[in-house]
């Protein structure tokens, strides 16, 4: 593989000390046209135009890592409380509502918060959050709410 991407570099001469000088010249060695690597049909730019679109957000949390997410069954307490006026502001419906219709999902990270942090700097942490997803009326799976860290009881919705 390195040999491989060796033989693509222009001039082979080269050296560290030079990528060390020249920060565009090691962007442009080390990181273009890379993603043909990954993709070799065509870029991606799906993600680079949509990343602030609450549809790829939720997308996102299926393709990644589906297993904590599960729907909150009718007759359950719900995780947590999001006001009510905002749930229908945000999804046309109250929480209770899309609960009932089987509209509304949770994915439940509260067990990271007993992961210990990591050792090297910066040291980092899972964020030991709940949320709440739902169907929306056209069918789209979106997110409606995120309760930040076990304990905690700020929220964040579509309208933040």
Known sequence: MFYAWFQTIPDRSMTVERWSQDLEDYVNVLYHDQWKNSNPLQEAPGIMENYKEDLLFS??????????????????????????DLVKNIAGDSLKDLQKDGKLF???HKYQADLEKTTYEPKRYGAACTAYFLIDHSG???????????????IYTPKD
């Open 106 to 108: 949770v994915v439940d």
């Open 59 to 84: 997308m996102e949390r299926l393709s990644q890592n589906p297993y904590p997410l599960r729907q909150v069954k009718a007759n359950e307490e719900l995780p947590f409380k999001v006001d009510d």
């Open 140 to 154: 789209k799976f979106l997110p409606l709410a995120i309760k930040t860290n076990a304990g905690s009881d700020l």
